[in-house]
């Protein structure tokens, strides 16, 4: 029988894990996705037929795995709400929350319940996730199991052996989607400043991403090497990449990279209010 999942919290995140788990098989009726406001919840009942509910504490009762997936500001109180249904079931508890560390997470939620952090990424919807899971002591084998799973039904999953690890996640994958999206931006952009109409510029651009990024995995060459094979001696891709590498997008990339991981930890020590 498949695990019951519950999900709290039905944003961006947890629809994207939702929607790929549904298509991977999983039962829609074996997932539950809890909101404050049935307005929200109603469309995403009609188009996916999992199960929702407005009372945290009740989503939980039944669940085999529990999704922490809203904001980090709000974590604390939706904690505090499901800490005496979480500790009288104990399921599997996952947190895809950035920056909140399991002994925050495990003091809200009374402690000792076996946690995993997970740091997943959005492209998750289309079955092509990329996630960083972490666990905790109480987690069992079958429960690391269990997570991962769940997680590789909408993409690739990586554990790590320590936590702060997660914020390093953060900044490779967690939130990397949004520095593609801005590179097809400005692709796009620069595309039509050369006289392509916007949406061939567009296709072309995302097209060619997507093209790199299954060569880069089915590939048995580096990298680098790839790359090496569209430079022809003398010729234009040499003379984009130079201008790549003399405009400082790999010190660029390292800095906004470095950003991202330490507002992970700012976040952590915010919120850490034990
Ligand atoms: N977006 C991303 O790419 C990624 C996000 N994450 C993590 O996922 C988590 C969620 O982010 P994201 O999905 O983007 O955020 P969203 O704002 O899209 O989703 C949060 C959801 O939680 C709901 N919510 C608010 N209060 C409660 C409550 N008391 N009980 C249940 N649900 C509630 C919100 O409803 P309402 O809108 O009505 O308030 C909303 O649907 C965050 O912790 C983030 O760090 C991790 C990796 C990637
Ligand atoms: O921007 C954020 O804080 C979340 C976490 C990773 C991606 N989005």
């Known amino acids: 029988m498949a695990s019951r999942v519950t999900f709290i919290g039905a944003g961006n995140m947890a629809g994207a894990i939702i929607g790929g788990m549904i298509d991977h098989g999983h039962p ?7 909101s404050p406001s049935d307005e929200f919840l109603a469309p995403l009942r009609a188009r996916l037929g999992i199960r929702t509910e407005t009372d945290n504490a009740a989503a939980v009762r039944d669940a085999d795995i529990v999704v922490l997936a809203v904001k980090p500001q709000i974590m604390r109180g939706v904690c505090e709400g499901l800490r ?4 009288a079931r104990r399921p599997l508890v996952i947190s895809v929350a950035a920056g909140l560390t399991a002994d925050t997470l495990q003091t809200w939620l009374g402690g000792d319940l076996p946690l995993v952090r997970c740091m997943p990424n959005t492209p998750a919807l289309v079955g092509a996730g990329a996630a ?14 269990q997570a991962s799973e769940l997680l590789e039904a909408v993409g690739l999953v990586e554990w790590v052996e320590e936590e702060g690890l ?3 996640v953060t900044a490779v994958s967690g939130s990397a989607p949004a520095y593609f999206f801005l590179m097809f931006e400005a692709m796009e952009e620069a595309g039509v400043k050369l006289g392509l109409p916007a ?3 567009r296709r ?4 060619t991403a997507l093209g ?7 590939s048995e060459f580096s990298p680098d090497r790839l790359k090496r094979n569209v430079m022809s001696p003398g010729g234009t891709t040499e003379r984009a990449i130079e201008h ?3 405009a400082g997008l790999r010190q660029t990339l390292s800095e906004a990279m470095d950003a991202c991981a330490a507002r992970a930890r700012e976040m952590a020590s915010e919120l850490d209010q034990r």
């Open 199 to 201: 949406e061939t510029a």
């Open 132 to 145: 960083g899971m972490f666990a905790t002591a109480e987690v069992s084998a079958a429960q690391r199991d």
């Open 212 to 218: 790199a990024a299954r060569m880069a995995q089915q």
């Open 84 to 87: 005496d249904a979480l500790q």
């Open 28 to 34: 829609a009726a074996a997932i539950t996705a809890t």
């Open 244 to 246: 790549l590498e003399r």
């Open 166 to 168: 997660l914020d390093a």
């Open 204 to 207: 072309l651009a995302i097209q």
